[in-house]
């Protein structure tokens, strides 16, 4: 159920105590899913009172993260927090035109076959390559080791924000609604697929490097900007969006609990690589579970999965208009999704829930698809010829709590996930 975590995960005669009533002083349950290996996440709950902080503004939350170093400490924020600051033209550089850029980088005259990475400083993707910076300067909030940050009430959370859980260990993330930030500079490249991409930065939230991160009950949406809303240049949506959350870069035991994904595109990421400087670094690593989670009106990637032993139960998926698929199965993945409930409108088949980038085995047991048991990986095969995905990831998840029956899924994860409703 939706409180299932309120039991102290501690080591010692002291396992198992009661929860406190305050938020913030919350950790994560015993067996809750690869975040309460080892050491458990226990996040900022041993905090002093010298370090507990309420925040209604950006630069508050900014100040408060920084204070008192990797010192235990809870940030509670209160209502929802602008972080894009004034516009985009605030961040630009002097010198910096879109219009400049559109006419100096169109195909017509560009060309498809070399993209802009090495353009000069003063060129206008050197001025926009600045501008980005100091975008990028603003709106990323860096978390530091043992810290807990809870939204009060269930109005709370961040417009424009990036979370960066960078290289640090014992981070908690509840009860806030994040609106995804829009990159004021995205890149034009056009040598990404034969007619060229927009690619933007600045996930809601990343974890990068990072160990023991309990993300729960927080909402990822685009807000007020989905991808409907933005324009076209050169024929192709001009992307200022990237993810809702990445989990990369060698990051390990992170459990994703009671959080609602909503309205987006490339949703969530677990290895941003296929290369062998990132297998060397992933690989053995990025463990992640996923529990009673609504995955709604998304596109891809719920998530795509690289590397990683990757637990994902009892959630629901909920497919819209542009579907292409939820699970990415991806390069040496080991992905377990049992226990899923998947509801699909009229059109959409059952065999594109999977989607086979490497060869990579995964186990597939007792979904429901619109209510009927579905076995994932038999329909994929049949359904999509040439893209046939191996049974049997190869490993067995023993760190859940209560697991809910798949036909129920919907009807308890519906109601009680996301930002608002922790209980």
């Not at 290289?167 to 060229?196: K, M, Y």
């Not at 729960?216 to 007020?224: A, I």
């Not at 409907?228 to 989990?247: A, K, M, W």
């Not at 990369?248 to 969530?268: C, E, L, M, Q, R």
């Amino acid at each position: 159920m939706g409180c299932t975590a309120l039991v102290l995960t501690v080591t010692g005669p002291a396992a198992h105590a009661a929860q406190p009533r305050d938020l913030g002083r919350r950790t994560l349950a015993a067996h809750d899913g690869w975040g309460s290996y080892g050491t458990g996440t226990t996040g900022g709950a041993a905090a002093d009172a010298a370090h507990v902080y309420t925040v209604t503004t950006w630069d508050q939350f900014k100040a408060a993260l920084a204070d008192g170093g990797s010192a235990p400490k809870i940030v509670k924020v209160k209502g929802m927090i602008d972080a894009d600051g004034p516009s985009c033209a605030s961040f630009a550089v002097p010198g910096y035109d879109f219009d400049t850029y559109l006419k100096t980088y169109a195909p017509e005259t560009w060309g498809r076959s070399k993209n802009l990475d090495g353009e000069p400083d003063n060129s206008p993707e050197g001025l926009r390559r600045a501008s980005a910076a100091d975008q990028d300067a603003y709106i990323k909030a860096n978390v530091p080791a043992n810290t807990t940050i809870v939204g009060i009430g269930k109005d709370a959370g961040f417009k424009g924000a990036s979370l960066q859980i960078k290289g640090v260990d014992n981070v908690i993330v509840r009860n806030l609604t994040f609106e995804s930030p829009l990159d004021c500079f995205p890149q034009w490249d056009p040598t990404d697929t034969a007619d060229g991409n927009w690619n933007s930065e600045y996930d809601s939230a990343v974890v990068y490097g990072s160990t023991h991160v309990w993300m729960d009950h927080n909402t990822f949406t685009d807000g007020d900007h989905p991808d409907s809303t933005l324009p076209y240049y050169y024929g192709r949506i001009y992307e200022q969006h990237d993810g809702e959350l990445d989990i990369v870069k060698g990051a390990d035991y992170v459990t994703a609990s009671w959080n609602v994904f909503a309205d987006h595109d490339k949703t969530i990421l677990i290895g941003n690589s296929d290369s062998a400087s990132t297998a060397a670094v992933d690989r053995g690593h990025l463990k992640v579970t996923f529990h009673h989670n609504l995955f709604s009106n998304l596109v891809e990637r719920a998530p795509r999965v690289r590397f990683g032993q990757v637990d994902s139960y009892n959630n629901h998926f909920v497919a819209g208009d542009g579907y292409s698929y939820s699970y990415g199965i991806g390069m040496e993945s080991q992905l377990v999704a049992e226990h899923n409930a998947f509801t699909l409108p009229d059109g959409v088949k059952a065999g594109s829930i999977l989607k086979k980038w490497k060869e990579a085995p995964v186990t597939a047991a007792d979904n429901y698809v619109n209510g009927t048991l579905t076995d994932l990986i038999a329909v994929h095969n049949a359904e999509i010829p040439g893209e046939t995905l191996q049974s049997g990831a190869d490993w067995t998840p023993t760190l859940r709590t209560k697991v809910d029956p798949a036909r129920a899924v919907p009807g308890i994860v519906d109601h009680r996930a996301g930002a608002g409703k922790v209980c």
